[in-house]
């Protein structure tokens, strides 16, 4: 492969632990749940972009991760 | 000192503390890798490094982090982890990695 798509680091967050992963620009919502699913311990969960205070908006939509990796803005992910 | 690491290799700097004494003990070590190696070589040449110095007495360990250029403690747990960490080193021009064991 010769072409290769820009990718971001983006780290969320999960109880009291930190995961990064490197999604592509056109990373969709279930890619990124595929790529959340396997590094915690429930299949039920929701994201959240982490804001520095207080509660972020829920990220249901592909439109929000490609902002998301854009504005490279941190995920929090929680039990449901 | 960081010229003298292989192009091919990432040294690891290690602290782990062993719970096995009644006193906590936290201990510093390093440990070359190769970059073509997989997370589960990286996680034996670990366990089988503390168990060499340990005289087999402690458990393998079952949880490894490591510090990204935000200074934060990312987990390390899968290959695609292990290759998210290397391509942070990559774009830093690095080859060394703080690691931290549990």
Known sequence: ???????????????DDIFALMLKSDTTYKELRGKIAPRIDTANFKLQVKPSDGNGEEIKTDSQVNNIIR???????YDI | FKNSIPESSILLRIS?????????ISEIFTLLVEKTWNFD????????KIANTHNNTVLPISKIKYQDEDG???????????NVAKDMLAENNEKLLNIRLY
Do not use: C, P, Q
Not at chain 1, 1 to 7: A, D, F, I, Q, S
Not at chain 2, 16 to 24: A, L, P
């Open chain 2, 41 to 48: 070589d990286l996680i034996m040449a670990i366990n089988s």
């Open chain 2, 16 to 24: 782990y503390n062993n719970n096995t004494t009644s006193t906590s």
């Open chain 1, 71 to 77: 504005a490279k803005l941190k995920i929090a992910v």
């Open chain 2, 72 to 82: 934060d403690f990312i987990i390390l747990g899968s290959d695609e982890d292990w």
């Open chain 1, 1 to 15: 492969l010769t072409t290769e798509l820009k990718t971001s680091k983006i780290k969320f967050y999960y109880k």
